[in-house]
């Protein structure tokens, strides 16, 4: 089966400008994750969406960041206006509905883009 | 969320097996373990995942004591492809998120 797509692999931008990230999730999958990675740590789960509905969206900057998920399927992440600590490579995952049901904490994660703000 | 700890870092060589240890004395009774890895330049990827016991497949195994306040990934016979970040995580799926730590950095050595 198709992985989870997302675009662009890189980008360059200087602070204060917009950027936009899209996801595709693998086909069938309801659970979307956008995480954040800053070099040298862990993901950061910035924002869960169930469907088209938004299950955890705590650690989302949203003064500066937004998401959506039109329709239950692709997945955009937006940052307005840019700051240099948004430097990091922003992941896209997604997780089957039944994995609820299975007790699994099982997602699939796409290769992410790597944002530069300069 | 229990809070884990792990090694930094472990260093090994092709065709030994490795154990990396994950320590996580507050989890809670519904909470599962599980472990992801991170090659450079790509997302994680799910390993494996234990309540207790043992748990193994393809590619790893976990060893969970019957105190469960750690666990152990088992790698057996690493190659240098395993060369890659390991994360340990628990938590209970369907009731809170995964929160990733530093994790551990595996080399794999010829």
């Known amino acids: 089966e198709a992985g989870v797509a997302q675009s662009p692999r890189y980008k360059i931008i200087e602070k204060r400008q917009s950027v936009a990230f899209w996801c595709n999730p693998i086909s069938g999958h309801a659970t979307l994750y956008w995480y954040q990675q800053i070099l040298g740590q862990g993901p950061k789960l910035l924002i869960q969406f169930q469907n088209n509905g938004v299950v955890d969206d705590s650690q989302l900057p949203k003064d500066r960041f937004s998401a959506e998920r039109l329709k239950g399927v692709d997945s955009t992440l937006k940052i307005q206006p840019a700051k240099l600590e948004d430097s990091a490579v922003y992941l896209c995952?997604?997780?089957?509905?039944?994995?609820?049901?299975?007790?699994?904490?099982?997602?699939?994660f796409g290769p992410g883009t790597r944002l530069t703000v300069t | 969320l229990a809070k884990t700890t792990q090694p930094i870092s472990m260093d090994s060589y092709e065709g030994q097996e490795v154990n990396i240890t994950c320590s996580h004395n507050n989890i809670a009774t519904n909470d599962y373990i599980t472990w992801y890895q991170q090659f450079p330049s790509q997302g994680p990827r799910f390993i494996i995942q234990?309540?207790?016991t043992k748990v193994t497949n393809e590619v790893a195994s976990l060893f969970i004591p019957a105190d469960r306040k750690s666990s152990t990934l088992s790698l057996p016979r690493v190659s240098l492809s395993d060369t890659a970040v390991y994360y340990c995580?628990?938590?209970?799926?369907?009731?809170?998120?995964?929160?990733f730590g530093k994790g551990t950095m595996l080399l794999v050595s010829p």
């Open positions: 995952a997604s997780s089957s509905s039944l994995v609820l049901t299975r007790s699994s904490y099982e997602q699939y």
């Open positions: 234990g309540y207790k």
């Open positions: 995580l628990v938590g209970e799926p369907g009731y809170s998120t995964l929160t």
